[in-house]
């Protein structure tokens, strides 16, 4: 991030709460990589460090009452919408104290209560979905939005088509953030990706779309806001494609053969969250002790979700065959 | 029409007659779907006259894109909507299965129950018109191979229509499977209840009685078994049939009352006889009622092939009156 400071910044208020949820992003995976590796805790994990600035940038446009799906790497999207820390630990450890009663997972996270409708497995299924939370507050007449979150890999599956498409016919109030990590699982993007950037695709379904730096936390805020905004107004969907890193692969285990070293390691040296940090004081948004505040209050929740999520019993066996159906159906 | 005369209608109009109660009863109740809207009303005509008289945003044509329309249908029942989607031809759902199977059935256990789906997949099924391989096919058993799904394919219009109205207004995903042969042939026609006529799901329905052999079946093949019925009756064997009416859920219980009274059964579907619902039954009929049986359950199925084109062959494929007495016959050697 620029030293200097940028006119196009957003206020304080908004700068510090994008900080915010970035260290809490940072603290939660570190703290999940840490039990890990540790043997602590056993859970398929994708991390989503790197990705932080992009989540951050467009939470701060959202109300609760506005729809977010993620996928299965999701945790930066699930603490960005508000999925409060100990419900989402525990189900991240299969608790029946999680959000999902332990019954969704880290792949499945949903928290209505805080917008966090969806997470899925499937790449590129939350996309036509999406459209669904969006087609209702239309029909409702209210001016929610919808932020619908895939990777780069997701934009060569059918859905994605038949989604934006469809979003673009019915001027949907959804914002389609492809959160471009330069990897579809395993498959750098050029391999698997017949343009050099994303939201070129947009405008074959005549909607607007935007690549933005998405490790850059104004300039990802400034995008959103925008896209947020037309969204509102009921002018229709923005594809915005957030170019970004993934500093631990697919998913944690991976021995990411497929990363060239230089290039990870470039990408970990230009880690986008200290240098908001540094940019923050270097401009008078902040002073150390307030940021210092905010870090030592996020190591608190996060330890104490953690707490709470490891004391939690696993769900009582008589769960497993409610949520099925309405009444059970064997 | 007067109040005083029988009310007989065709399938296509009972479907009809049930979205337009529906769509009248509940705001939150919306169609969606290729075609639907007017001037055609739906390649098949069964949602005809429905754009003009509640809008085209509550009856609305999509793109052709099976996969955003199940999606959209998902994300609007999430957020509180009861969409009724149409997918024209059941063979096209394979082109939507990942929003079927992964989305709309797993969506309220995942959520633990925070999140719910209540939604019509509607589509028309079915082999005896000529239309070939990729656009015939009965496919329900891989939605109750789905938990979460529920499944409800209809053999009359009164039951189309209290079936689909309780579909709508049911809590979970329905796949409401409508066979495509009896949509306006006058030979289906049948007397149909006006108004808010409601059947519960999960409610079969003893369409003849018998004492010999329980014939269970759903949708058209209902009425292969009642032409058995009639033909085993000439020859003096008493056939009970049994109209499941959904096959998810499932009335176990007067399937398993029938065939503990008759002591033998034989299931009738349309869909391939392999791994259909049938070997399911079947086997369910067989864990509760071995040691009374009097013969070994059979199946009368679609023969394990794709529905070929040439009028010979596909009549060929579907089960026959004639397949069902035989069947009745082996259970009685």
Known sequence: ?330 | MTTTEPRIMPMGMAINEAMDVALGLDEKVFLLGEDIAEPSGGVYKITKGLSTKYGTERVRKTPISEAAIIGAAVGAAIAGYKPVAEIMIMDFIGVCLDQITNHAAKIRYMSGGQTTVPMVIRTSAGAGRGFGAQHSELLEAFAVHSPGMKVVIPSNPADAKGLLISSIFDADPVLFVEPMLMYWDPAYAGEVPAGDYRVPLGKANTVVEGKDVSLISYGRQVHTCKQAAEALAAEGISAEVIDLRSIVPCDEAAVMASVTKTKRAVVVHEAVTRCGFGAELSSRIHEELFGTLAAPVQRVGGKNIPIPYASNLEKAFLPQVGDVVAAVKRTNK
């Not at chain 1, 030592?296 to 490891?310: C, E, G, P, S, T």
Request: with cysteine.
């Open chain 1, 1 to 330: 991030m620029a030293t200097t400071n940028r006119p196009d910044a957003p206020d304080r208020d908004a700068l510090l709460r994008m900080f915010e949820i970035q260290q809490k992003i940072k603290t939660a995976d570190e703290r999940f990589r840490a039990m890990l590796t540790s043997g602590q805790v056993q859970l398929i994990y994708y991390s989503p460090r790197g990705q932080e600035c992009i989540s951050a940038g467009y939470a701060v446009h959202l109300r609760p009452d506005d729809y977010v799906v993620t996928i299965y790497r999701g945790l930066h999207d699930h603490i960005a919408k508000g999925v409060p820390m100990r419900e989402l630990w525990a189900e991240f450890l299969g608790r029946g104290t999680g959000t999902c009663k332990g019954k969704g997972g880290p792949m499945h996270v949903t928290h209505p209560a805080s917008g966090l409708m969806v997470t899925t497995g499937i790449v590129g299924a939350g996309i036509p979905i999406a459209n669904g939370f969006g087609l209702a507050a239309q029909l409702s007449g209210t001016d929610q939005v919808t932020v619908v979150n895939f990777g780069d890999g997701a934009s060569n599956i059918g859905a994605f088509h038949e989604g934006l498409n469809m979003a673009a016919v019915w001027k949907l109030p959804v914002i389609f953030v492809c959160q471009n990590n330069l990897y579809g699982e395993h498959t750098p993007m050029a391999m698997s990706t017949g343009v050099e950037y994303i939201s070129e695709r947009a405008a074959s379904y005549g909607m607007p779309g935007v690549t933005v730096n998405g490790n850059d936390p104004v300039a990802m805020w400034k995008v959103a806001g925008e896209a947020v905004a037309r969204a509102r107004a009921g002018e229709g969907p923005t594809l915005i494609e957030a170019r970004t890193y993934r500093f631990w692969g697919h998913l944690m285990g991976d021995a990411m053969e497929y990363m060239p070293k230089e290039e990870r390691k470039a990408a970990m040296a230009a880690d986008p969250l200290p240098a908001f940090r540094a940019w923050l004081l270097e401009n008078g948004h902040a002073n150390e002790s307030q940021l210092a505040e905010i870090e030592d209050k996020i190591k608190a929740l996060v330890d104490d979700a953690v707490d709470f999520a490891m004391n939690s019993p696993e769900p009582p066996m008589d769960e497993l065959y409610t949520d099925v159906y309405e009444e059970i159906i064997k």
